[in-house]
């Protein structure tokens, strides 16, 4: 059943075409189609369709021509008379007319276009026609493509001519040594053909053969089997290899001697092309000038056939030449035909601005071509192929061609003429109009990129300079190799424009901007960065300048230390368009003693337009307003050292220092002065100084002569620590008056701590031992000495005795080789000087319990059944048997800190002082909660693992030092009980508290608030802060923590 295709297009409307004069090239009578050049077509009249009088259809016949190509002077009638005699036999039978032309000839044409002048050997029958009339090429017969002469090699415009042939999906056949390479000649031009023939070759000695054999296992394949069913080998004429190697494609038969023992090389070879949609053939057929043997002919039918498009026959039309007069664009093309299923029908268009520059053939499809073909001169060209079952062919009724003349505009759309662009790199865009389909936005006639000419400050530029570029076919864009630089003037204009059919600019396009990269200028600050100024309300201003663009004084804004901000129009500013100063007196704004003042200016923005404006970093200085600090640093000595304490102050070099007054009282009990040292300090050499102390006062006064040094210490103290310091307390290091030029500088002090480190002393405690069923208690005693140690001490240590009836037994262990047969102690005395010192209460029979007078234990960490704190608790219960270690170590006091809010706060002691806490926190308002007794006790020493209420008449932070508490264990008692947390620089995790017995504290604990007067919950325990945790029974709680 025939399929109708019908294409129509219509007359080309401004809703479709933006712009150009429209014209139109219609073909579709027999005068039309006459005038054209047809192979395979024929003119039928009247047109089918009843609308004139002519259309082109493939013609009817199965004659394959075929155009054989022989060397000069050889035999041609050997191919042509097998062909005749064996093809009509096949299945199914073929018409076959070969024509031959002499290789001289032949290497003379240069496309599938050329005109060739053959003649049939049989009928001597003499044609001219193009190429493509030809539906096969066949190279050579006899030996001449053998020779060792060049001259029987293609030329490469033959060799072009045959490509083309091919891309048309046309049949080429190769024989014998057209594709060879022996060391003593070649043919290049053959062998370029690989992409046709699917071989190549390379220098290799030959070998003879007479019989080939199949190789393929492809055995039921076409070729192998239309219109002849080929034999798995057969005999052929005298023939052999020339280097041939396979590129691509299928080796069918391969030469060997009559016993088929050895293969000498490829015999028959076949290559389809997908691409150009060609078939390729070789046969090593032409050693001899002899007829191809019967099966070799049918071999040879069978590639022709295979060559032949796969069986179907190929119509070509080739139209006159569309002169249009001028350069125009091809817009779009339609034509009406009848294509039967499984045939085919392609069209082709190519253009030419001149004769003999013509594109290559280009197939199209009916409708609007993408891109346009342009030129001055046209032609289409009309392939057509049967169904090869049914034997279906198309016929064309008319073919119509539709041309624009087009024109070509610009505009510039950035840079605006004049702008002032702040990138250091700013180039332009100008978009170009060219014809373009309204519906589908693609351009009809596309720019010519090699037209494009730019100038630009008098260089020039084209689309091959890194600087040009195309976006999107109608955007052109400049973009400098170099950033320009802050006030250059850039004039640009394009020059020349042309498109692809033709049109062209009328006239250059030319605009200008103006450079501006560099961000306003922010310079001469008063006061100067890192000063010292006396005004209280100081003048603050700055130089700001910026050009060409100038400075967008919107953006101008002054912070003074992050609150206070003034523009252009704020009370007190003033500004002339280059120096921006604020009055703080007009202001009314007072800074204070010793206050540092943060100046910030920006970032300030100019003027440039383009790419947003240039902003200035933000500006910023310091300075301070006559205010000097002077201090004290922490120091830790021990009873009887000799100090020299430095005072320490801000570098005063660079500051007009006239005089200075430091008074600094100190407490005999902890420091007897000596002297004042200047050596060294900022004081050396500066001036007079006159010193005194009186009633424990120092008066530090100098008067200068000179400029004072920079020197981070203004004078150092030489003093002693006084033998009645108390050994791990402290004193505080604190000033009176501190003032400089007579207090027109401003000053600031602050003081320190003098920590007392800890002074060992002689001490015993007791141990009292009481046991479960004994009437009697054992008392123990354990100490420290100047002359005791870890063996026995005759004179201090005494040995335990046999106890009597009733009496628990008890005593310290011993292990002291000297006396190996003392092993126990009832008193042990140890070092007093040893940091760390471990004592073993052996116990005999029942459990019980071990009892001693807690404030009787000195200065130091006591520990006994490695977790309890023995300042902490008084009594320790016992085992069966128990081996009771006792842990000893003396711990340095350090400062630390507590923070009070007015009103009561709820607090804890991470280090504990050695001094009674009224002294430590200037209140007798502190309290601890008794859980025993369910109240409230006045404190007056500070013990681990409690908290404290404590009554403070304002905000104040408080310095004392004391002994680190590094963790606790304390007994609860059931109900509420009041605790504090431990020195640690994290949280202590609350959430599973450790107790014993274990879950007796019932999360969370309760913190109090000063600020809001209320409890909060917690799951974490801080340094310094007091908590309540409620406990089901009486037990221990154990704290510890990391720091």
């Not at 060879?180 to 071989?199: K, M, Q, T, V």
Request: with cysteine; glycine share 8%; proline share 7%.
């Amino acid at each position: 059943m025939k399929r109708k295709a019908l294409f129509m297009l219509l007359i080309l409307c401004a809703s479709k075409i933006s712009y150009g004069q429209y014209m139109v090239w219609r073909e579709s009578t027999f005068e039309d189609f006459s005038v054209g050049l047809r192979s395979n077509i024929e003119i039928i009249t009247p047109d089918p369709d009843g609308t004139d009088n002519g259309a082109l259809q493939l013609v009817a016949t199965d004659t394959i021509r075929i155009l054989q190509i022989y060397p000069d002077l050889f035999d041609t009638l050997l191919v042509a008379q097998a062909l005749q005699t064996y093809a009509p036999a096949g299945v199914p039978p073929l018409n076959l007319r070969t024509f031959v032309v002499p290789l001289s000839i032949f290497n003379t044409i240069s496309s599938e276009s050329s005109f060739v002048t053959a003649r049939d050997p049989l009928t001597l029958e003499t044609i001219r026609v193009p190429l493509y009339y030809f539906d096969v090429l066949f190279f050579g017969i006899a030996d001449s493509y053998g020779s060792s002469s060049g001259s029987t090699d293609l030329s490469a415009s033959a060799a072009n001519a045959v490509r083309g042939f091919a891309r048309m999906g046309k049949g080429v056949i190769f024989s014998h040594d057209t594709i060879w390479a022996i060391a003593s000649a070649s043919h290049p031009n053959f062998n370029s053909l690989s992409d046709i023939s699917g071989l190549s070759a390379s220098p290799r000695a030959w070998t003879v053969f007479n019989y080939v054999k199949r190789v393929s296992t492809h055995i039921s394949d076409p070729v192998l089997n239309v219109p002849f069913i080929l034999p798995d080998h057969f005999d052929v004429t005298s023939c052999h290899e020339t280097g041939q190697y396979v590129v691509d494609g299928e080796t069918w038969y391969v030469g060997t001697d009559a016993s088929g023992s050895a293969n000498y090389g490829i015999y028959w070879h076949t290559y389809h092309n997908p691409t150009y949609d060609s078939y390729g053939a070789y046969f090593s057929y032409g050693h001899v000038s002899l007829p191809p043997h019967e099966w070799e002919a049918k071999a040879m039918i069978n590639s022709i056939y295979y060559s032949y498009h796969g069986g179907r026959g190929i119509g070509v039309f080739t139209s006159r030449v569309f002169d249009a007069g001028e350069p125009t664009a091809l817009v779009r093309i339609g034509w009406s035909a009848d294509i039967p299923p499984g045939s085919t029908m392609t069209v082709e268009i190519r253009s030419a601005y001149a004769p003999g520059m013509w594109t290559e053939w280009m197939p199209v499809s009916a409708g609007e071509l993408t891109p346009p073909q342009s030129g001055r001169l046209f032609q289409y060209r009309v392939q057509m192929t049967k169904n090869p079952a049914s034997g279906g062919r198309p016929t064309l009724h008319w073919i119509k061609l539709e041309f624009l003349s087009p024109s070509v505009t610009a505009e510039i759309i950035s840079p605006v003429e004049g702008a002032i662009s702040s990138c250091p790199s700013q180039g332009f865009e100008i978009v170009i109009h060219t014809p373009r389909y309204s519906d589908t936005g693609e351009p009809l006639c596309p720019i010519d990129s090699n037209s494009i000419v730019v100038n630009v400050n008098g260089s020039t530029y084209r689309i091959t300079d890194p600087q040009i570029h195309m976006l999107n076919d109608s955007i052109l864009t400049f973009t400098p190799s170099s950033n320009w630089r802050t006030g250059d003037t850039i004039s640009f204009c394009l020059d020349s424009l042309s498109n692809t059919c033709g049109g062209a600019l009328e006239e250059p396009l030319c605009s200008y901007f103006v450079s501006d990269i560099t961000p306003p200028a922010i310079s001469n600050e008063t006061p100067e960065n890192e000063t010292w100024v006396a005004d209280f309300s100081p003048e603050i201003s700055v130089d700001i300048q910026d050009a060409p663009a100038g400075i967008d004084t919107s953006s101008i804004e002054l912070i003074i230390n992050d609150s206070l901000r003034f523009t252009p129009g704020s009370p007190g500013v003033h500004f002339d368009g280059t120096t921006f100063m604020l009055s703080t007196e007009e202001a009314g704004i007072t800074f204070a003693e010793g206050e540092r003042v943060n100046v910030r200016l920006g970032p300030i923005r100019d003027n440039a337009g383009l790419c947003g404006p240039n902003s200035s970093p933000e500006y910023s200085w310091s300075f301070a307003v006559q205010v000097v600090d002077v201090w004290f640093r922490d120091t830790i000595a021990a009873v009887g050292d000799t100090l020299l304490i430095p005072v320490y102050s801000d570098e005063l070099g660079g500051l007009d220092v006239r005089s200075i007054s430091v008074k600094i009282p100190l407490d005999p009990s902890y420091l007897t002065y000596v002297s004042v040292v200047k050596t060294g300090t900022a004081l050396d050499g500066w001036g007079t100084t006159t010193i005194s102390y009186i009633n424990d006062t120092l008066t530090v006064k100098g008067t200068g002569t000179s400029a004072i040094r920079s020197n981070p210490v203004l004078f150092f103290i030489r003093a002693l620590v006084a033998l009645t310091a108390v050994p791990g307390g402290y004193t505080n290091l604190n000033f009176s008056e501190v003032t400089m030029n007579d207090g027109a500088l401003g000053t600031h002090y602050r003081g320190a701590l003098l920590v007392i480190r800890q002074r060992p002393i002689s001490w015993m405690v007791d141990l009292v031992l009481s046991q479960r069923g004994a009437i009697n208690q054992t008392r123990l005693t354990f100490g420290g000495a100047e002359t005791g140690s870890d063996m026995f001490d005759p004179g201090l240590d005494r040995i335990y005795l046999p106890p009597t009836p009733g009496t628990p037994t008890g005593y310290f262990l011993l292990n002291d080789p000297r006396y190996p047969y003392i092993r126990a102690l009832q008193r042990d005395i140890r070092s007093k000087d040893a940091d760390s010192l471990t004592w073993i209460v052996k116990t005999v029979g029942e459990t019980g319990m071990l009892e001693w007078d807690k404030s009787s234990l000195p200065q130091g960490r006591f520990v006994i059944g490695s977790v309890y704190d023995m300042k902490a608790v008084d009594r320790y219960e016992f085992g069966r048997n128990e081996e009771v270690t006792i842990s000893y170590s003396l711990n340095e006091s350090e400062p630390a800190t507590i923070t009070l809010k007015r009103g009561w706060n709820l607090i804890s002691f991470q280090a504990l002082p050695v001094i009674d806490l009224t002294e430590v926190l200037g209140s007798s308002n502190i309290f601890w909660y008794n859980p025993a007794l369910r109240s409230y006790e006045r404190a007056t020493i500070a013990e681990p693992g409690k908290g404290y209420w404590v009554l403070a008449t304002s905000d104040t932070v408080i310095r004392y030092a004391g002994v680190p508490v590094r963790g606790y264990t304390i007994q609860v008692f059931r109900g509420w009980n009041l605790i504090g947390g431990i020195a640690s620089e994290r949280p202590v995790d609350f959430r599973s508290p450790v107790t014993t017995p274990s879950g007796i504290i019932l999360p969370p604990a309760y913190r109090f608030n000063p600020t809001t007067h209320s409890y909060e919950a917690s799951s974490e325990l801080t340094s310094g802060t007091g908590y309540w945790i409620l406990s089901t029974e009486s037990g221990t709680l154990t704290v510890t923590g990391t720091r």
